[in-house]
């Protein structure tokens, strides 16, 4: 126990007064110390022995005192440690509390709890006993290399930081939820999730902020966890991404609901002088999953997804681009590229995704189509998108699916080994509409060790075939074919 000071003065004057008596020494008038003296009464002097045997007294009742704190003490400090705890955290609770208010920090205390640290695969987790508040972090560190096999248009070989992202999670009175995630890759401050979540219904979740919209199944699912490198040419292109606004969602034993309207993404301020005053794009997003068949024991899955979203245009612009880089991010090129399609008054998209899974083999695929009507006798416009992939563990691991969010998760093995091979296409023509974006075929090889459930070593191996359209808007040469490796060194914690 931390010495408080209280019983200090009283002890020190018991032992000094009991010492000036018993060796002789008296006050005067004027409150000075002085010695006896044989001028002084004999009422107040004492002889040697009657000295000694005042002292053997003392002693003697000193040592007793002694002996009976010696025995007292362990039953006294049990009943009292408990009170003299409540009471020193309170005083340092209310210290701080002034310290806070002082410095206009607004500190407002509640009711204390316990609180529990440890760490789950690899994350630093907070929690308090009973549950109704938990923090943890949740950072990423992605490292790429990529060398190319160039043929028409000059690619740089070279290596990056893909992701280093750190985000903070917390739970707060058991049913609210916060998140606040950020990437440092572009050597600069990204926010990716921003957002205040209501969790205080049984299986449904609603999310304030910025967070990524319900769509496709690929796209929802966090770049910790998808099997290659990248995603595929048609989620890079159109499906929607992260926007600030309010969804909900719902889910059950073998279903999940999410819906939500969404305007603009942090950040998101494309001549903004130019447009000042003219209304955000807003779109509206819903996606529905189903899964008949969830076997975790067997690791037998069959999802089925629907996704579709509406959306206006920012009203300054009227304008829409898709394009997508080469399913690697090493090389910035994006050969497939509509460029910004004018007079544009509103689009839709529509998503369909399914995934067999057999136990250590899996089988997934999407197709996404969008269309933009337009105005001023512009016609409108039609793209699309797909790509199937198979992923087999030959070390006999499987993919783990959780119904809660509706998507796959890491193999949760040590030393597992995963190959992939994925073939991926999307059109951005629309000759009809005078819409030349480029169509791309890509076929990817992939290996992936999981050397536990931080760390993931990924190669991928890419042909891509470009047709004579596909020219980057003008910027590159058309119909260009090529291939090039990429390799991931990817921990998390």
Known sequence: MPDTGHNMPASRELVTGRQSVALGTRYATDGTRRPATSSDSPTESTSEGTRRKIMKRWITGFAIVL??????????????????????????KEQTKEQGNRLGLGFAYGEQKAMQVWTDTGRLILKT??????????????????????????????????????????????????????????????????????AGWDNALVKIGQHREPFSLEETTTSRYISFMERAYVIDALAPGRHIGVSYAKWGE??????GIYGQEIGDDDDPEEYEGDSDA?????????????????????????????????????????????????????????????????????????????????????????????????????????YTYVSWFPTGENR???????????????????????????????????????????????????????????????????????????????DDDFSFLGTRLQILF
Do not use: C
Not at 131 to 152: P, T
């Open 67 to 92: 002996m009976l704190l010696a025995v007292g003490a362990p039953a006294i400090a049990q009943e009292s440690d408990t009170a003299k705890d409540d009471e020193i955290v309170q005083q340092k």
């Open 129 to 198: 006993d009973d549950g109704e508040f938990a923090w943890w972090v949740d950072a990423r560190v992605m490292l790429d290399a990529a060398v190319f096999a160039e043929d028409k248009n000059q690619l740089h070989n070279g290596v990056e930081l893909r992701r280093g992202r750190f985000a903070l999670k917390a739970l707060l009175w058991s049913d609210w939820a916060a998140e606040l995630d950020i990437d440092v890759a572009e050597a600069e401050l990204d926010v990716k999730d921003a957002y205040v979540g209501y």
């Open 254 to 259: 073998h279903y999940r609901f999410m819906g």
């Open 282 to 386: 807003i779109g509206i997003t819903g996606r529905f999953v189903w899964v008949p068949i969830l076997n975790k024991e067997e690791a037998r899955t069959l999802h089925l997804g629907i996704s579709a979203t509406t959306r206006t245009t920012d009203a300054g612009t009227d304008k829409v681009r898709f394009r997508s880089r080469a399913e690697t991010h090493i090389a910035h090129n994006r050969f497939v590229n509509t460029g910004k399609m004018k007079d544009v008054d509103d689009y839709q998209m529509l998503g369909l995704d399914a995934v067999v899974q057999l136990g250590s083999w899996s089988f997934q695929g999407e197709y996404i189509t969008a269309h933009l009507n337009r105005f001023n006798d512009r016609e409108d416009v039609d793209v699309d998108g797909w």
């Open 400 to 478: 783990n699916y959780t119904m809660a969010q509706s998507r796959f998760v890491s193999p949760n093995a040590k030393n597992a080994i995963e190959l992939l091979a994925r073939f991926s296409t999307i059109d951005l023509n629309d000759l009809d509409a005078g819409v030349e974006g480029g169509q791309a075929d890509n076929i990817t090889f992939g290996l992936n060790w999981y050397f536990n459930n931080n760390v993931r070593w990924m190669i991928n191996y890419t042909m891509v075939d470009n047709d004579q359209y596909a020219d980057g808007d003008g910027d590159y040469i058309g």
